[in-house]
């Protein structure tokens, strides 16, 4: 009588430890839900994925019964489904839709990226404070740290400014001019945004980029401190900077991240990680426009009219906002695919 095969011994009534981990996260993540799982079993999922497509052959060619080939093959087809599955079409109106979007996706995806924006902020914010210490000790330094055009013409304005009068830089259109102005800015600013991105794409240019923001906020200020316009300059620049220079910077996060795909995929192919990547990349720069859009209106309407004490308020009030947004909206709502 001829000996047992391996697929009569009964060994195979059970499933491997890695085919029985792939079967526990299926039945966990149930029919296309993958929000269920962490970004760990994720990529667990994906490794087990394989291992199991894998093991389908090895059981045919090892002469397994047909009804573990079966069983191997059935969890592997459903691990495909999840994995391979088009997103689902949003049943919910799309105003929910957009509040999800702002209020839950974008800020878990600003959060996410907080390695890449704080050594950001370190060098525009560092940059700025540094130039600033340096002019407002010698006015001379301001010709070096920055454009001597620029600083030319901000001397000259200071030097115009009557006593007493606050000093309003750039910002000497009416009322009746602030819409077109507005639109004008806008514009500007959201192509500034764009080239954040695509710099990031560079990072050398992505630093020159963040150094001349900051070495111009420093240095106007400092400037501007030589004539005791220090606070209202700093409040006409930051009352609608404190969103518009953060827009920027998350916008240079966005390119940053696909960049990232490219040099360090991790554990997926270059193409693979682009795709995960850009949808990272979307979220962030879905957030740069509608900032964008506000801090233009900020700097059409409030920054050129507003008392200082005004436009310092908007300053800090902007701020508290914008923190309060990224850092608490979403963390209530359970994770999503």
């Known amino acids: 009588m001829a000996k047992p095969s391996p697929a009569t011994n009964g060994a195979e009534r059970h499933l491997e430890p890695e085919l029985t981990r792939l079967a526990a996260l299926v039945d966990r993540a149930g029919t296309g839900r993958l929000g269920l799982l962490t970004d760990a079993e994720l990529l667990e999922l994906s490794r087990l994925y394989r291992y199991a497509a894998t093991r389908v052959s090895q059981y045919a060619t090892e002469g397994r019964s047909p009804e573990a080939v079966a069983r191997v093959a059935a969890l592997?087809?459903?691990?495909?489904?999840?994995?391979?599955?088009?997103?689902?079409?949003?049943?919910?109106?799309?105003?929910?839709?957009?509040?999800?979007?702002?209020?839950?996706?974008?800020?878990?995806?600003?959060?996410?990226?907080?390695?890449?924006?704080?050594?950001?902020?370190?060098?525009?914010?560092?940059?700025?404070?540094?130039?600033?210490?340096?002019?407002?000790?010698?006015?001379?330094?301001?010709?070096?740290?920055?454009?001597?055009?620029?600083?030319?013409?901000?001397?000259?304005?200071?030097?115009?400014?009557?006593?007493g009068e606050p000093f309003r830089g750039n910002f000497t259109f009416g009322l009746d001019e602030s819409s077109r102005t507005a639109g004008m800015i806008m514009t500007h600013n959201m192509g500034v945004g764009v080239l954040f991105f695509a710099s990031a794409l560079v990072p050398p240019l992505y630093v020159l980029l963040l150094a001349t923001n900051g070495l111009m906020v420093g240095t106007?200020?400092?400037?501007?401190?030589?004539?005791?316009?220090?606070?209202?300059?700093?409040?006409?620049?930051?009352?609608?900077?404190?969103?518009?220079?953060?827009?920027?910077?998350?916008?240079?996060?966005?390119?940053?991240?696909?960049?990232?795909?490219?040099?360090?995929?991790?554990?997926?192919?270059?193409?693979?990680?682009?795709?995960?990547?850009?949808?990272?990349?979307?979220?962030?720069?879905?957030?740069?426009?509608?900032?964008?859009?506000?801090?233009?209106?900020?700097?059409?309407?409030?920054?050129?009219h507003a008392p200082t004490n005004a436009r310092l308020a908007v300053a800090v009030g902007t701020g508290i906002l914008l923190i309060a947004w990224i850092v608490f909206s979403g963390r209530s709502e359970p994770r999503r695919a």
């Open 76 to 163: 592997t087809t459903r691990a495909h489904a999840l994995l391979a599955a088009p997103p689902r079409r949003a049943s919910e109106p799309w105003h929910r839709r957009a509040a999800r979007h702002y209020l839950v996706d974008v800020p878990r995806a600003i959060r996410a990226e907080w390695k890449i924006l704080a050594a950001s902020f370190l060098i525009l914010y560092g940059l700025a404070a540094v130039s600033w210490y340096a002019v407002a000790r010698d006015l001379d330094d301001a010709w070096a740290l920055f454009s001597p055009e620029a600083v030319a013409v901000e001397i000259r304005q200071l030097e115009e400014t009557k006593p």
């Open 220 to 304: 106007y200020t400092g400037v501007a401190g030589h004539y005791g316009q220090a606070g209202n300059i700093l409040s006409i620049l930051m009352c609608h900077g404190t969103i518009e220079l953060q827009a920027f910077v998350i916008a240079g996060a966005a390119g940053l991240a696909l960049l990232r795909a490219w040099i360090a995929p991790g554990p997926w192919s270059r193409r693979h990680a682009l795709r995960l990547e850009s949808r990272r990349g979307w979220l962030l720069l879905s957030a740069v426009f509608p900032m964008l859009f506000v801090a233009g209106l900020i700097e059409g309407f409030v920054s050129p």
